[in-house]
Every structure is written in C-alpha cells, then in structure tokens.
C-alpha cells in the first residue's frame, strides 16, 4: 500500500475513533476517545481535511499561517453547503496569509485579520460544531509538511471544546477576554508560563522537551533544575547557532540535548513536553507556545496539558525516535 495511501487511511481511522467522522458497521459503538494524537509528517494532512469535512454546523479556524489550497478549499466547500465558517488569521503575516484571505472573503466566509492587542496570534486551532477542536503545534502551510516534525490533539473535552470557542468568539470581535482553561488548556498570555513551568517543576523522573525555539530563560532555568535535582532530561531542538547557551545550561547541569538542522530531513516545529513517563504522574503538553517570552507572554497561542495514554505514549514515543536520531549536542 503506498505510504500516503496508508497514512490518509490512519488519519481516517483515528478520526473515526474520536468521533469525528462515522465508522461504518459494528465500530460505530465503539467508545470514542476524548483525546486523539496525530503525529507529522508520519500522518498527511488529510486528517485535518477530514475534519473540517465532517462539520454540519460551524468551523472556527484561528491560524498565524494559512497556505493550504486544499485546507481553504474545503473552508469554502462548507460555506457552500450552508455551514458557518469564521477564520481568524495573523494580521502581521498578510504576504503569508493574503491569498487564502482573499479566496476565503470572496467566497463569504466569514474571515478576519487578529487582534493588534497581541504581537501574533500564533494559535492554531480547528473546532468543528462546537464538539471537537482540534489544537496543533503546526500551521496549515503546505510549504512545510513535508519536513516538519509536528503534533496535533483532537480534544472533544466539553470543558475545553466550550473554552476555545468563548476564547474564539471575542478574538473574532476583537473584544478582551480571560480564557478559562476548561479541563486542560494551556492559554498565551494568561497562564501558560505559570502553568509550563509547574508541569516542568513537577517532573520527579524524566522530562523530555521538543521545542523549536529554546530561549525563555524561567523555562529554561526549569529545565536545567530538573537536571540538576537528577530527573532524567532530553532535549530535541534546532539551532544550536541560536539556543546554544540555553543547551550548554542543560547539559552542564546534567540533561541531554540533540538537534537537527534544516538539511537533515526533519524540522523540529514541535511544542511538546512529557514529564514522568511510564508513572502515575506522567503528563504531556502540545500546543503552539514556544519557549520564547514573546510567545508565553505577548502572543494569542493555545496548548493543552494532558495525562491521556494514548496521547502520552504517541508524543512520547515520537520525541523518543527523534532523539535517537538527532545529533548530540
């Protein structure tokens, strides 16, 4: 079976599992699951496809990058069939985020620009009829789905399913909010240093970090305290040339650090932590908060900390690969 073939038909399937889109026969009882992963670019992004396709009654989309034709195409193909679209996109990236715009507004989707109260709005969430979102630590920017090593949770928590959407409503108005956290979310600028650095403080065994940008020095402080109370760290990143005393931090206290480059075949876009895998205690974060003031402190960005198995062994079975395969630091 060809590889995109067998990767559409694996995003099928676990959109089937969490109830994004129906099973045919007996499968259908099956419980869906609250919490599903998707890792890329192992899955095509037929999975996202495949979720704005299952909406009857509304997408909410707010993207710092869209440059998807077939993502934007799909937008348009459920205002078609009388769905309520609204898309929020980065108003600091128009070269970026223009041409989808303009397809999108002549198409009368309900689209528009981000607030200036933030530097970015670097969020990227998909919510289908107000029951399933979900939040990615990617863009929809085709240009980079091949290489770029990202994740993404469907979360049909109905705590946090309500939260993003309240969150959504008032960015789309550019009116002031204070985002609930639901169950489980992660929000930029309200918590999500406070709430980064309790799951990194937290860590009594392993703390494993994917992270593009590796500069925010509370959390990076974090990291290296872990280390040096002997919790087991590994850092995937990029940029040594960029994060290269941020690294030397970790690995003098102790923790392990390897990264890749933009030639080596794997981008490391990914915002992940897994803390305490294997225990009682384990828990994961994905989201689009990097490790950067900017992001924790100025931008809109959205995450989500999570103790859910299959999320834990998926983002902590990817992180694992990759750092085997990354180059020591």
């Known amino acids: 079976m060809p590889l995109a073939t067998f990767a559409r038909r694996t995003g099928a399937l676990l959109l089937a599992a969490a109830g994004l889109i129906p099973m045919s026969g007996t499968a259908q009882a099956a419980t869906a699951a609250t919490y599903t992963a998707i890792v890329f670019p192992d899955q095509d992004h037929g999975v996202v496809y495949d979720l704005i396709n299952s909406a009857t009654r509304s997408v909410d989309v707010t993207m710092y990058e869209l440059r998807d034709s077939t993502a934007v195409s799909a937008l348009i193909g459920r205002r078609r069939a009388g769905v309520q679209v ?8 128009t070269s970026v985020n223009g041409a989808a715009y303009s397809a999108l507004q002549a198409a009368g989707v309900g689209v ?10 670097h969020q990227k ?40 959407e309240q969150v959504f409503a008032a960015d789309y108005a550019q009116t002031s909010i204070t985002p609930s956290d639901g169950d489980n979310l992660v929000w930029s600028p309200t918590d999500s240093q406070t ?19 590796f500069g925010d020095p509370a959390l990076v402080d974090a990291v290296a305290a872990a280390a040096s109370r002997g919790v087991t760290v590994r850092v995937v990143g990029m940029n040594p040339s960029s994060y290269g005393s941020s690294f030397d931090q970790v690995t003098t206290a102790g923790g392990q650090v390897v990264t890749y480059s933009s030639t080596t075949g794997l981008y490391i876009h990914a915002k992940a932590i897994v803390a305490d895998y294997g225990t009682p205690s384990a828990k994961v974060f994905a989201g689009s908060e990097n490790f950067s003031d900017n992001s924790l402190n100025n931008n809109r960005e959205l995450g989500l900390i999570t103790a859910d198995s299959g999320v834990l062994d998926t983002v902590e079975s990817t992180v694992a690969r990759d750092f085997a395969n990354g180059t020591p630091y």
């Not at 609204?86 to 990236?93: A, E, N, Y």
């Open 195 to 213: 709430r980064l650095l309790a799951l990194i403080n937290g860590a009594q065994r392993t703390l494993d970090v994917e992270q593009l940008e």
């Open 125 to 164: 969430t998909v919510t289908v009829d107000g029951a399933k979102s979900l939040i990615l630590t990617g863009n929809l920017d085709a240009t980079y789905y091949s290489s770029s090593r990202d994740y993404g949770v469907v979360d049909t928590d109905a705590n946090d399913v309500t939260a993003i």
């Open 112 to 121: 528009t620009y981000s607030s200036s109260a933030f530097v970015y709005t």
């Open 86 to 93: 609204r898309v929020i996109l980065d108003g600091r990236h």
